[in-house]
């Protein structure tokens, strides 16, 4: 994503604890940030939300890419996306939009599957 959008003139910084981790977000604040992938990997992730959320400016946005699961047992015990050991919290769209509200954001959309839209109150 970061390639496509410097390709239309979009100065974008690229954070990856492992695979890029420089902190090139320090002392910086931005409009928008994406997250993708990400979120199911976190053993804090409400400290890493507050992080993303206060790197924002006021009404900035953060879009977020995790498969939400249906909150029905049944239903978890035989998802895929559970199977990744790497994989080690999970959300409903509801659970995210408490802590968003938690660190000062509201949700602009989601399409209840995988995206939530976030902005900064």
């Not at 420089?22 to 804090?44: A, M, Q, R």
């Not at 879009?63 to 049944?74: E, P, Q, R």
């Amino acid at each position: 994503m970061s390639y496509l959008l410097e390709r239309r003139g979009v100065r974008v910084d690229c954070y990856d604890k492992f695979y890029q981790p420089k902190p090139c977000y320090e002392n910086k604040l931005y409009d928008f940030i994406t997250s993708t992938e990400v979120f199911e990997h976190l053993e804090n992730p409400l400290e890493t939300l507050q992080l993303l959320s206060s790197h924002l400016k006021p009404h900035g946005t953060l879009a977020l890419m995790t498969l939400f699961h249906s909150n029905d047992k049944a239903h978890f015990l035989q998802w895929w996306y559970r199977r990744d050991p790497t994989h080690i919290i999970f959300y409903t769209p509801k659970t995210l939009e408490m802590m968003a509200e938690k660190c000062g954001l509201c949700v602009l959309k989601t399409d209840n599957k995988r995206i939530m839209i976030l902005k900064k109150k």
